[in-house]
């Protein structure tokens, strides 16, 4: 089934260690995002990528890293966690024609 | 900067009734619209969009919405709200450019009473 894969589900973390978050979509969609969801705040977008080989930030990228090698991956690291991390995170991809996203099932982290 | 207010964090209807979620953006080109349903633990899912064609848009599980540029709404629209529709409502509006990057609202919570 195509779509967008995310790994782990949830994880619980301790504060300090570094962490990366999978994400793999089989569309061959250009662009792929990362937003974090938090109660109250809607959807944020941390990091995207418009094609392989190329990432921007979006409004919240303090603290997230990402890499775009190829076009079905796109990892978010996390260097060092803080609580104020702990929150649902999305991956999301787009063929960039005005279609809208596909999102993946999303992973929640929680920092301690 | 492209901006998106939903009006009302949480809605609540009888089932049976008229569904109506608010949403106004701002925006300084002609928008992408967006409106995308999430399920408890799921990710978020296109009910509908609009791309510049016909302003009433028809989407998944019975929704639409039209786009009002006058007032720069959006509004979502059930006619008879099911008890399945009872879920986290999120409008999206693309951002200006070529980036295909969308700016999301805050979200309306749906709660379908019997």
């Known amino acids: 089934i195509a779509g967008i894969t995310q790994a782990p589900t949830s994880q619980i973390l301790a504060a300090g260690r570094r962490m990366t978050l999978r994400c793999t979509q089989d569309m061959r969609h250009n662009a792929m995002y990362w937003y974090r969801q938090d109660l109250g705040l809607g959807l944020r977008l941390i990091h995207y990528?418009?094609?392989?080989?190329?990432?921007g930030k979006g409004e919240v990228p303090d603290g997230y890293s990402v890499s775009r090698a190829n076009t079905d991956d796109f990892p978010l690291t996390l260097a060092s966690a803080v609580p104020s991390q702990t929150s649902v995170y999305f991956c999301?991809?787009?063929?960039?024609?005005?279609?809208?996203?596909?999102f993946g099932s999303g992973t929640r982290l929680t920092v301690v | 900067a492209q901006s998106v207010t939903q009006l009302g964090s949480h809605v609540s209807v009888s089932e049976g009734a008229l569904v109506l979620l608010r949403c106004n953006y701002s925006?300084?080109?002609?928008?992408?619209l967006f409106w995308y349903v999430q399920y408890p633990n799921q990710g978020l899912q296109l009910l509908l969009k609009y791309t510049s064609a016909a302003t009433l848009v028809k989407g998944i599980n019975g929704f639409e919405a039209e786009f009002k540029k006058s007032e720069t709404s959006f509004h979502l629209t059930k006619p008879s709200a099911h008890m399945s529709d009872a879920a986290e409502y999120f409008c999206?509006?693309?951002?200006?450019?070529?980036?295909?990057?969308?700016?999301f609202g805050q979200g309306t919570t749906l709660q379908v009473k019997p």
């Open positions: 925006s300084s080109v002609p928008p992408y």
């Open positions: 990528s418009n094609t392989a080989g190329t990432t």
């Open positions: 999206a509006v693309s951002d200006t450019g070529n980036t295909g990057k969308l700016i």
């Open positions: 999301a991809s787009s063929d960039r024609s005005g279609g809208g996203y596909t």
